[in-house]
Antibody
């Protein structure tokens, strides 16, 4: 069974950094685009970033471009989100998700919570 | 990238059919057959219900169907059931090689 498990969330001050991790299992990890999606309290999901299976192509939402970096380690079945220059607007649950059906996010993690506050 | 436009709420009685619209532009919904729909119950992760406009993942009830006309995609739920009460979000691939979600629609089963 395909599974995604996020970690690395927490409380961070404005201007700080955090690195989220996502461990994948149960599917051919290196074959698929991996995505990060976030959801602020009481709001809808917002797409953040994606990375191609071989790691050679990435894209970002305008709101995080230049501050966030997505990466992956196919040997470890891991995907990461390095978040720098965090603001209160980055406070959200961050979900790791995969597109195995081209195009739909068919497996989601449970999410990891990021709170940016002084 | 502006969010796709969805109605805030839709309601129906058990057994009825409801349709949720999702309006974008020619740069996203209208430009690609890459619209997906997600169901989200409180405090859970979204669940994929429809991908590529009208395809259902394995295990999703055939009461859920999707379509698209121009810049507007639609999700129809037939034979509405109490367990269908949830928030629904559309999403689309965009010309900028990003994805965008809709603002969400709350479905109430009366």
């Amino acid at each position: 069974e395909a599974q995604l498990v996020e970690s690395g969330g927490g409380l961070v001050q404005p201007g700080g950094s955090l690195r989220l991790s996502c461990a994948a299992s149960g599917f051919s990890f290196s074959s698929y685009w991996m995505h990060w999606v976030r959801q602020a309290p009481g709001k809808g999901p917002v797409w953040v970033s994606r990375i191609k299976g071989d790691g050679r192509e990435t894209s970002y939402a305008d709101s995080v471009k230049g501050r966030f970096t997505i990466s992956r380690d196919n040997a470890k079945n891991m995907v990461y989100l390095q978040m720098n220059s965090l603001t209160v607007e980055d406070t959200a649950v961050y979900f790791c998700t995969v597109d195995r059906v081209y195009y739909g996010l068919d497996v989601w993690g449970q999410g990891t919570t990021v709170i940016v506050s002084s | 990238q502006s969010a796709l436009t969805q109605p805030a709420s839709v309601s129906g009685s058990p057994g009825q059919s409801i349709t949720i619209s999702c309006t974008g532009t020619s740069s996203d919904v209208g430009g690609y057959d890459y619209v997906s729909w997600y169901q989200q119950h409180p405090d859970t992760a979204p669940k994929l219900m429809i991908y590529d406009v009208s395809n259902r993942p394995f295990g999703v009830s055939d009461r859920f169907s999707g379509s698209k006309s121009g810049n507007t995609a639609s999700l129809t739920i037939s034979g509405l059931q109490t367990e269908d009460e949830a928030d629904y979000y559309c999403s689309s691939y965009t010309r900028r090689k990003t994805w965008v979600f809709g603002g969400g629609t709350g479905v109430t089963v009366l």
